[in-house]
């Protein structure tokens, strides 16, 4: 059975950046979608076929595959209010972010 809410996670390597933007990712969509998600993490630096395939500019690249329309945010993931506005995520109950 896949999974309703599908992402894909571009990162360059192991970074802090990549890093943050994986955990604040992860936190954020067990919140939101515990265990309804999907996440591939991507790197670049090994797979750049893939980064040509979905035209990924920079890392880190979180894309939205489903449900529709894909959708493409840029960096850390660290705004996490905004980021669940943009992804339409049902509001959680992780006050511990600063």
Do not use: C, W
Not at 9 to 29: H, K, P, V, Y
Not at 50 to 79: F, H, Q, W
């Amino acid at each position: 059975m896949s999974a309703a809410h599908r992402f894909l996670l571009f990162i360059t390597g192991r970074s802090s950046i990549g890093d943050r933007a994986l955990a604040n990712f992860r936190t954020l969509a067990n919140t939101a979608y515990p265990d309804n998600h999907e996440l591939e993490v991507i790197d670049i630096m090994r797979h750049p076929g893939r980064a040509e395939e979905y035209r990924i500019l920079a890392a880190p690249t979180l894309v939205r595959l489903s449900p529709g329309p894909m959708l493409k945010i840029v960096g850390d993931l660290s705004a996490v209010e905004r980021l669940r506005q943009i992804l339409g995520m049902p509001e959680g109950d992780d006050h511990d972010h600063a």
